[in-house]
Nanobody, 124 residues
Framework: QVQLVESGGGLVQAGGSLRLSCAASGRTFSSYAMGWFRQAPGKEREFVTS????????SIADSVKGRFTISRDNAKNTVYLQMNSLKPEDTAVYYC?????????????????WGQGTQVTVSS
């Protein structure tokens, strides 16, 4: 069992930056791929970015490419999402998720554990 806790969300002006963190419990974090997803009001949850178990492979949605970066620190059981040049359309609840097979995936159904989410609001 893995528990995931996101932090770092908040209110930011357009053009600003935020860094989200996702802390994982358990000794098997380093074997899991990790992903970030988001859900805007009235919309379905969508893929943002993911990283393989060793950080060697990442995948990222076109909508955030060049602005968002995922990274991980296996020694700290933590995955990060650095968000730069934020836009109002980035407003959403951001969720981190863990995937036991270790490979970065864009598919929600590949992820076995989910955090509770953290709100990111970007004002214009």
């Amino acid at each position: 069992q893995v528990q995931l806790v996101e932090s770092g969300g908040g209110l930011v002006q357009a053009g600003g930056s935020l860094r989200l963190s996702c802390a994982a419990s358990g000794r098997t974090f380093s074997s899991y791929a990790m992903g970030w997803f988001r859900q805007a009001p009235g919309k379905e949850r969508e893929f943002v970015t993911s990283i393989s178990w060793n950080g060697g492979t990442t995948s990222i949605a076109d909508s955030v490419k060049g602005r968002f970066t995922i990274s991980r620190d296996n020694a700290k059981n933590t995955v990060y999402l650095q968000m730069n040049s934020l836009k109002p359309e980035d407003t959403a609840v951001y969720y981190c998720a863990a995937n036991r097979d270790g490979w970065a995936s864009q598919l929600e159904n590949r992820y076995d554990y989910w955090g509770q989410g953290t709100q990111v609001t970007v004002s214009s």
